[in-house]
């Protein structure tokens, strides 16, 4: 199991804050989501997936729980995006392998992000040496704690803004495996 420094702590007031939040108030706006890219590597080698928000309205939090399969990719990171400043909190760990719970705040009072639409978090993951497999997708998922949200937006007055989530994926390229011999 990985974890940030501050991960168990921040774990619990994520899992309050979601399970607090979310059936109280929420926003609804046409055309909010979050989508998680896509990228194209060799095995061995650390890809990037970049997560972005696109929300017609201010959002102060994100909360993102997310699977991939962990025979193909591991270790697991995240770092911050273009809509972040040094006044926001990202914590993330992987509760179980193939897991990754994701939290961003303000560390003031609610603090929105910078903009409504770009790059949130950019996920790294390196993809396993030796992997046969073609692909993983890294989805949102419920498991571990059914009663939390798979992914959760708190816009600054604390509301959930309803929104959807598109799924990822990183594609292993066996071809590029031997471009180094053709150099």
């Given at each position: 199991m990985q974890r940030s420094l501050?991960?168990?702590?921040?774990?619990?007031?994520?899992?309050?804050?979601?399970?607090?939040?979310?059936?109280?108030?929420?926003t609804t706006v046409g055309g909010q989501s979050l989508a998680i890219g896509a990228a194209t590597s060799r095995p061995g080698d650390t890809v990037s997936v970049e997560v972005t928000l696109d929300v017609p309205l201010d959002c102060a939090g994100?909360?993102?729980?997310?699977?991939?399969?962990?025979?193909?990719?591991?270790?697991?990171?995240?770092?911050?995006?273009?809509?972040?400043?040094?006044?926001?909190?990202?914590?993330?760990f992987s509760p179980a392998e193939g897991r990754l719970n994701v939290f961003v705040a303000g560390l003031s009072r609610l603090e929105s992000l910078t903009a409504r639409t770009g790059v949130v978090v950019r996920l790294g993951f390196r993809?396993?040496?030796?992997?046969?497999?073609?692909?993983?997708?890294?989805?949102?998922?419920?498991?571990g704690l059914p009663e939390l949200p798979s992914s959760n937006l708190l816009d600054s007055s604390g509301s959930s803004?309803?929104?959807?989530?598109?799924?990822?994926?990183?594609?292993?390229?066996?071809?590029?495996?031997?471009?180094?011999?053709?150099?």
């Open positions: 501050a991960g168990t702590s921040l774990q619990a007031a994520a899992q309050i804050l979601a399970v607090l939040l979310f059936p109280l108030l929420v994100v909360l993102l729980r997310l699977e991939f399969d962990p025979s193909i990719l591991e270790h697991p990171v995240v770092e911050r995006g273009d809509i972040l400043t040094s006044g926001h909190l990202i914590d993330f993809i396993r040496q030796g992997t046969t497999a073609s692909f993983s997708d890294i989805s949102p998922t419920q498991s803004i309803v929104h959807t989530v598109s799924p990822g994926r990183i594609i292993v390229d066996h071809s590029l495996s031997d471009l180094w011999m053709l150099q």
